[in-house]
Nanobody, 128 residues
Framework: QLQLVESGGGLVQPGGSLRLSCASV????????IGWFRQAPGKEREVVAQ????????NFAGSVWGRFTISRDNAKNTAYLQMNSLKPEDTGVYYC?????????????????????WGAGSQVTVSL
């Protein structure tokens, strides 16, 4: 069974940092591009960051540009989302997802419907 397992969420004060991890189970993470998504209460899921299969290309939502970093260690079958300068509006459930990019291994940007393996999510709450 192919699974993604997120960890590292929690409660943090505004201005703080968290690092989320996404580990693959049952498959090699390096065979897929990875995306991080989030869903706030009452809102639709949105893409936060994307990274190509080998990590050479990345893409970020404008709302997190300069604050979040996405990376991956294929030898450890793990991807990461480093979140700095967190704001209350960053609160939500964060999901990692894996998919095969139609444009090849150097492509980071993919439509959401091409992500075929999803994690269960990790709650991030930014509050005093």
């Amino acid at each position: 069974q192919l699974q993604l397992v997120e960890s590292g969420g929690g409660l943090v004060q505004p201005g703080g940092s968290l690092r989320l991890s996404c580990a693959s189970v049952g498959f090699a993470l390096g065979d897929y591009a990875i995306g991080w998504f989030r869903q706030a209460p009452g809102k639709e899921r949105e893409v936060v960051a994307q990274i190509s299969m080998y990590g050479g290309s990345t893409n970020f939502a404008g709302s997190v540009w300069g604050r979040f970093t996405i990376s991956r260690d294929n030898a450890k079958n793990t991807a990461y989302l480093q979140m700095n300068s967190l704001k209350p509006e960053d609160t939500g459930v964060y999901y990692c997802a894996a998919g095969t990019p139609p444009g090849g291994p150097s492509i980071a940007v993919m439509p959401t419907n091409l992500y075929t393996i999803w994690g269960a999510g990790s709650q991030v709450t930014v509050s005093l």
